[in-house]
């Protein structure tokens, strides 16, 4: 089962920050938070993880609350093509079965 | 490398029809992992390899899938007697196991579409 809650839509102007929030209130201490995205017709990708630090890629960042209770993504300079389904997924270290478990994400659309 | 590769890209079959799907992961992964996604819904977890050895099979993978990996490197998703609720998006995900960052890679995916 999922752990996450996520907006089921969400708009952003064309070259603003987009924020993308989860709520993970149930997470142990032990897992991460990963977030991936799935443009129309492809595969997901991965974007970025975290356990409590803030982190940052060539891609986003992600925020972590002092609680680990939620996070934000964050796409600085949104583009169209950033328009996609953003998954945000808890789970657990490496030590055994690390399936990823999806729900239905959060479909983002960049607006000219 | 050239990441994690799923023929066909498409399959059109017929109802009772069997179906074979190739997945051809990233060389040095050991883990591949097979999902099913519906129009409108997340991936879903079918089953996943470590190496050649078939380690968990979901609720989902019923009698009429079966999944092999036999050298440990690409891996067949077969299902036979197909129904109309089989069509999906099937995606093949890879990656190298026994990190704390895991990642799974995915590949493009196999629509297929049931008459």
């Known amino acids: 089962d999922a752990k996450t809650t996520q907006p089921t839509s969400m708009d952003c102007a064309e070259g603003r920050a987009a924020n993308l929030p989860c709520n993970h209130s149930?997470?142990?201490?032990?897992?991460?938070v990963y977030w991936y995205r799935q443009i129309h017709s492809q595969g997901p990708q991965y974007i970025i993880h975290g356990l409590k630090n803030n982190e940052t890629n060539e891609m986003a960042s992600l925020i972590i609350t002092e609680d680990r209770k939620s996070s934000t993504l964050i796409l600085p300079h949104a583009t169209l093509r950033d328009t996609a389904v953003y998954y945000c997924i808890v789970r657990p270290p490496n030590f055994g079965n690390e399936k990823l478990t999806f729900g239905t994400g959060t479909r983002l659309t960049i607006i000219p | 490398d050239t990441g994690v590769s799923q023929n066909p890209r498409h399959k059109i079959t017929k109802r009772g029809q069997n179906v074979t799907f190739r997945c051809d992961p990233i060389?040095?992964?050991?883990?591949l992992y097979w999902y099913r996604q519906t129009l409108g819904q997340g991936p879903e977890f079918l089953t996943y390899f470590q190496n050649e050895a078939q380690l968990e099979k979901s609720r989902l993978l019923s009698d009429r899938f079966s999944a092999e990996r036999p050298k440990g490197s690409f891996s067949t998703l077969e299902i036979q007697r197909t129904e109309q609720g089989d069509s999906a998006m099937y995606l093949c995900?890879?990656?190298?196991?026994?990190?704390?960052?895991?990642?799974?890679?995915f590949g493009s995916g196999t629509q297929l579409s049931v008459l």
């Open positions: 149930t997470i142990s201490g032990n897992e991460y």
């Open positions: 060389s040095e992964h050991n883990r």
């Open positions: 995900a890879s990656s190298l196991g026994g990190q704390i960052n895991e990642k799974l890679l």
